[in-house]
DNA sequence: TCTATCACATC
DNA sequence: TGATGTGATAG
């Protein structure tokens, strides 16, 4: 098989978020967490191209419409010492803007993400378990540490790979009683392309245009909290591909870019996911389970050189089986932090090395989003135009509708939110959904759905506009079942049901699940990329329970 | 030179 | 059978 084609740069003239930024500062524009259109990707957009595969399918099952809002939500800063102190300002001077909307009136406590405000729940005794109250803890959280210390790699495949260390987190502080759908996502960490020079990471140039988002469900999803706080909650499944037209529903991504996975948990109960503004999600992101992707692990050497000092054993075979141990996590870092030292005053051809850039690891973060922006940002004719069937949302507008939203006293975003999180690098901005629309059942196998932006200027039917992307969610098919259909058939929607899929009914929560993905995105600035933080989500009007 | 892909071995 | 890493090789 030959090479795959490589994402070739549209020299599109619509900047990214980097260009995007305002002059007011790095952390003006992204502050205000606004984002671009990247026209590249949505020239491989296979449902734009005649694509016939998932994602089409999914495109096919677009329609309502959802208004998209970035805003910044009291997020507390913990890496202030890092430079995040101007946007922590941002942060609250927004909170205090749209303290009004909220239920409370009071601003969230820009110092405690991880307590909550009142109008987002309460701890203690009499706590009522909400979102809010979700705490998630990351399973070995320090080998992800030792990993990311020196730059997580994982591998991705054309066949899709798993990721290693595996996604595993400890959910507690859900109502048992409660259905919420689990889903990951992995967004662009920044724009960077990277390559490993002289054993490190470097920057090696802008980052190639995002390959459709996609997410993965949580296969037991929905469940109810009792179920989730269980036990640890594993998505070793997932997987990560490189092949832009992977039928498998693996998530793809770029290779040498650097991704950081999300967790979202979506409140998934009837009376408050569906048909109202009432869904309730948090978003929960831990900066040591960031890595860059590979086709193939890029320090390798430096482990078989570690191997044969430390243990005099025979590299090879040692080699193998001790990746299958621990997957060299500790040697590995130990090595790459050799081979800094050495490395250091080499005058090397590579720009920026990786690991300079500020990193911080540390408790996970949860993002909060506002309150919804609701019809502002809705485009009517594009609504009635979809079949109920459709349910799938959008965000809102490009650039001219950034003016036009003129909801808020929110310094207007010179870049709306038009993309999900596939084409956004990651940041620690909270964007929020505006409306939902009632649900309409998907079918039993949960297949894709695809986010579709909408531009005011364009008008609805089934032509998408340009500047969308889309970003499919369905549960990951086994490389069997697609092979049974083979690879040119359309995508077998109701054939494509992962088992754990089959064992279920059909599920509105699903539903939610897009609903919820859909209105999330996020957008970067370099010098924010690396600043962890955290939010919540929760739709106006969401009771709960 | 760098990266992606394949076949293969191993588990 | 599926997942994974390695080395050769293509581009």
New binding site residues.
Partial sequence: ??????PQSAGSEIKGPLQSRDKSGPEGAAARGTLTQRPEAVSRCPALLGDSGPRAAGASACGSAIGLRVHVFGLQSQHEAQGSSCWRVRAEEVTRSRAGALRSGAPPNPDSPHAPSPQFGQRGPNAVPTVENIKVGLHEKELWKKFHEAGTEM??????????P?YKVKVTGMNPKTKYILLIDIVPADDH??????NKWMV?GKAEPAMPGRLYVHPDSPATGAHWMRQLVSF??L?LT??HLDPFGHIIL???HKYQPRLHIVKADENNAFGSKNTAFCTHVFPETSFI??????N?KD??KLLEKRAGRS???T???F??ET??SVLWCQADADNRDGARHLDL?CKRPYLEAPSSVGEDHYFRSPPPYDQQMLSPSYCSEVTPREACMYSGSGPELAGVSGVDDLPPPPLSCNMWTSVSPYTNYSVQTMETVPYQPFPTHFTATTMMPRLPTISAQSSQPPGNTHFSVYNQL???QVRERGPSTSFPRERALPPVCERKPPSPHLSAANEFLYSQSFSLSRESSLQYHSGMGTVENWTDG
């Fill in positions: 098989m030959g090479r795959e084609l490589r591998i991705i495949t054309k066949a899709g790979r798993r990721m290693f595996s392309r990277y390559k490993f020079c002289d090696a070793q499944k997987k490189n092949n770029n290779s040498m992707s590979v086709t193939s692990y890029q390798h482990l078989q590299t090879k075979g080699a193998r089986s990746m299958k997957r060299a051809p086994s490389q069997s």
